[in-house]
């Protein structure tokens, strides 16, 4: 099975911040890599795939970038809706894996 | 709208089945590959598995650790997923989404997800 594994795990910081949450794969996934935002009570929402392409709807502060086995999502100011649960997801092959998740909180 | 209702959670004792149900709208169900993704109070997402559509001869992937226990069915005449859970574990408590594959298999849209509990 392919793991992935984000840092950090819990990220602390402050609306209008730039944060960085890093996702390393165990092998090559040749790009097939999704980030999701779960907020609680709530059900995950894409927003991004294939490493860095913006799913509709999606601010663009929100961007992602990366290759073969490290990715990278950046978030360029941080806004108050933004304070959730980010995870990476690798669809190269089965099983589909999820990194452990990244806590984005308010400092 | 395009919307993904699950229902059929509840308290089941270890041993037991239950079949969760996903109602399909808003889009072409037949024309999707649709996964199971389940979360533990307090844990990360696990995809549980993935149906595909009648093209690729609606196949079916599924985690190790569900493998032979569960199994994922369609039925696209009524745009309605499955998953028949059997010989339950206190594991496999969770809440349970059903998840629209869209392209490049991106999980596009979710289910508000329902609670499965296994326990005695």
């Known amino acids: 099975d392919i793991q992935m594994t984000q840092s950090p795990s819990t990220l602390s910081a402050s609306v209008g911040d730039r944060v960085t949450i890093t996702c390393r794969a165990s092998q090559n996934i040749n790009s097939r890599l999704a980030w999701y935002q779960q907020k609680p009570g709530n059900a995950p929402k894409v927003l991004i795939y294939q490493v860095s392409t913006l799913e509709s709807g999606v601010p663009s502060r929100f961007s992602g970038s990366g290759s073969g086995t490290e990715f990278t999502l950046t978030i360029s100011s941080l806004q108050p809706d933004d304070f959730a649960t980010y995870y990476c997801?690798?669809?190269?092959?089965?099983?589909?894996?999820f990194g452990q998740g990244t806590r984005l909180e308010i400092k | 709208e395009v919307q993904l209702v699950e229902s059929g959670g509840g308290l089941v004792q270890p041993g037991g089945s239950l079949r969760l149900s996903c109602a399909a709208s808003?889009?072409?169900?037949?024309?999707?590959?649709m996964d199971w993704v389940r979360q533990a109070p307090g844990k990360g997402l696990e995809w549980v598995g993935r149906?595909?559509?009648?093209?690729?001869?609606?196949?079916?992937e599924y985690a190790a650790s569900v493998k032979g226990r569960f199994t994922i069915s369609r039925d696209d005449s009524i745009n309605s997923l499955s998953l028949q859970m059997n010989t339950l574990r206190t594991e496999d408590t969770a809440v349970y989404y059903c998840?629209?594959?869209?392209?490049?298999?991106?999980?596009?849209?979710w289910g508000q997800g329902t609670t499965v509990t296994v326990s005695s």
């Open positions: 997801q690798q669809y190269n092959d089965y099983p589909i894996t």
């Open positions: 149906i595909r559509k009648k093209p690729n001869g609606y196949t079916t």
């Open positions: 998840a629209r594959s869209g392209s490049f298999y991106r999980m596009d849209v």
């Open positions: 808003g889009f072409t169900f037949s024309d999707h590959y």
